[in-house]
Nanobody, 114 residues
Framework: QVQLVESGGGLVQPGESLSLSCVVS????????MAWYRQAPGKQREVVAKILSGGTSNYADSVKGRFTISRDNDKDAVSLRMSSLKPADTGVYYCNRLANVLGWGQGTQVTVSS
């Protein structure tokens, strides 16, 4: 059964850091290109970071230089390290495949507020 379980969200102040984790139960995880998505209040879900099967990563302009995506193929997991957080980073964060997305997990809420 395909599952995506995100964790690590919380309430932080601007400028602080947070790390998100996602455990992925999908066949051949090491061959999947993965992404972290963000859905801000009242907005559509968007890709903020992606990592290809070979490890190459790419970021949305809004998070470039502040977020780092990584993957652990031994643990079928993908992580997102977020630093210098801004109120605009507030939203529900999801992980999923970059293409042919799977059923969405519950996501993890990140709130950046003073």
């Amino acid at each position: 059964q395909v599952q995506l379980v995100e964790s690590g969200g919380g309430l932080v102040q601007p400028g602080e850091s947070l790390s998100l984790s996602c455990v992925v139960s999908v066949p051949l995880f090491n061959m999947q290109s993965m992404a972290w998505y963000r859905q801000a209040p009242g907005k559509q879900r968007e890709v903020v970071a992606k990592i290809l099967s070979g490890g190459t990563s790419n970021y949305a302009d809004s998070v470039k230089g502040r977020f780092t995506i990584s993957r652990d193929n031994d643990k079928d997991a993908v992580s997102l390290r977020m630093s210098s957080l801004k109120p605009a980073d507030t939203g529900v964060y999801y992980c999923n495949r970059l293409a042919n997305v799977l059923g969405w997990g519950q996501g993890t809420q990140v709130t950046v507020s003073s």
